[in-house]
């Protein structure tokens, strides 16, 4: 079982950054893929950015060019570099993991952190 914790939202202005981490705990050693999401009040849920335990990274079309996930293995830990947010960033961000265990394969979540960025 893996156990997901976000951190680093807040509240920013347009055109700031922000730094989101996620924590991972429990057997990560099986995890796949990490991947941060994002729901925005009203919207479906959407793929921000993806690392895989190769280190390979992909990126929504909306955030390209602006986001950036990276990993610390050591520490379990992955991270989303935010940069010239906009108020379409706003949203709720999730963080999920995808591990390999013996009966198959398992998505794991964490609670969220809100990301509200200010006109």
């Known amino acids: 079982q893996v156990q997901l914790v976000e951190s680093g939202g807040g509240l920013v202005q347009a055109g700031g950054s922000l730094r989101l981490s996620c924590a991972a705990s429990?057997?990560?050693?099986?995890?796949?893929?990490m991947t941060w999401y994002r729901q925005a009040p009203g919207e479906q849920r959407e793929l921000v950015a993806i690392?895989?335990?190769?280190?390979?990274?992909d990126y929504g079309d909306s955030v390209k060019g602006r986001f950036t996930i990276s990993r610390d293995n050591a520490k379990n830990t992955i991270f989303l570099q935010m940069n010239s947010l906009n108020a379409e960033d706003t949203a709720v961000y999730y963080c999920?993991?995808?591990?390999?265990?013996?009966?198959?394969?398992?998505?794991?979540w964490g609670q969220g952190t809100q990301v509200t960025v200010s006109s």
């Open positions: 999920s993991a995808r591990v390999d265990h013996e009966v198959g394969f398992a998505d794991y």
């Open positions: 690392i895989t335990n190769r280190g390979r990274t």
């Open positions: 429990g057997s990560t050693s099986r995890i796949i893929t």
